[in-house]
């Protein structure tokens, strides 16, 4: 096969097989032939636009969306897939590597003792922490919430917020904001 040349038999045979139908079902509903359709699917033919559209019509899609290469929503993030980024004892760790097109940005948060995260500006998302481990203190505004392993907070950021580590020991929290602010 050429390079460049769009795949149109084996993008038909995934349409067809995703529809449980055979070659003939598919032949009889298009008023082709199964050989055709047999030739078509493994490339050794290409068919007419008329033909195309016929086919294309009988495995309930259009020639617009045939040929509009969507690619698959990822769904598993691996630990090498993640970008991290250490700043003076706070490591950000991004776990859904392409969360901006997304509603909502998952991270990991991991700050040393006598530690704060960037001041983070007002607003219109949410945001939600969950501690895995140590305590942080909540700075939202002038308000201070101490949070320790295991608990949660959920804020409508509204004034400037960040989290700090007073604490002698690491801490660990996954921090989700929507929409994505990291």
Known sequence: ME?????IGRKIRALRLRLGLTQEELAARTELTKGFISQLENDVT????ATLMDILEALGTD?????????????VY????MFEKDDEGVMIRWLVT??????LEPILVTLESGTETEHMDPNE???FGYVLSGTVIL????????????SCFYIRPKEVHYLINNG??????????TPPSF
């Open 63 to 75: 020639i617009s969306s045939f040929f509009t290469d969507q690619k698959e929503e990822r769904v």
């Open 3 to 7: 390079s460049g040349r769009p795949e």
């Open 125 to 127: 998302g949410e945001e």
């Open 139 to 150: 700075a939202d505004g002038d308000k201070r919430y101490r949070v320790q392993k295991g």
């Open 98 to 103: 392409d969360a901006q097109k997304n509603a």
């Open 168 to 177: 002698k020991t690491p801490a660990k929290v996954l921090w989700v904001s």
């Open 78 to 81: 691996a630990p090498e897939d």
């Open 46 to 49: 290409s068919p007419s636009i």
